[in-house]
């Protein structure tokens, strides 16, 4: 039984039969470059460890990949939070009620929506921040242990309104 090795994505399968291998699409007992598995390349058809440039382009790329993962984590949590708060259907509707409080010129009425707002903003402050945390970051593992300075994360929560879609409309129409 043999080593082989897929030349196209390096798919390693142990103790197996060459014949059922072509060898123009699989090394047969290739001498393994002493490196991680990304690291390797097909170089002219001998399989070799990709340079220290090529390496840097491999690293770079993940540690790319990994920031765009991570900062669509940070606003997910952050948009999912706001939810749990507030529907979709309730920030749609506050939209439309600051909008109506503006139209009608109700401050009363504008006055009770500004601290949603602003919480919100708030929110997307943070937000914004933990990406530069990670944009800032080195490494994967630095990318992964950026984010949320979760103490202002969990003051920020403490501090959300209780404005409601009913007492803003009741300011609208008079009932309140």
Known sequence: MSVVINKQNFQRIASANTAEYREGDWWINPIEPDCDRKYWKNDNGTLAEMTSA????????????????????????????????????????????????????????????????????????????AKQRI????????????????????FWHQTMPGVTTQQAGEMLNGEN
Not at 65 to 71: D, F, T, V, W
């Open 54 to 129: 090529e390496k840097q382009q491999i690293d770079d790329a993940e540690l790319i990949a990994a920031k765009i993962e991570r900062k669509a984590e940070v606003q997910a949590e952050l948009k999912e939070y706001i939810e749990r708060a507030y529907s979709e259907d309730e920030q749609r509707d506050f939209l439309l009620l600051l909008w109506l409080a503006s139209e009608q010129e109700n401050q009363d009425a504008k006055n009770y929506i500004y601290p949603l707002i602003a919480w919100v903003q708030n929110g997307q402050t943070l937000m914004r921040e």
């Open 135 to 154: 944009e800032a970051a080195a490494d994967a593992e630095s990318v992964e242990a950026a984010g949320y300075d979760y103490e202002a994360f969990y």
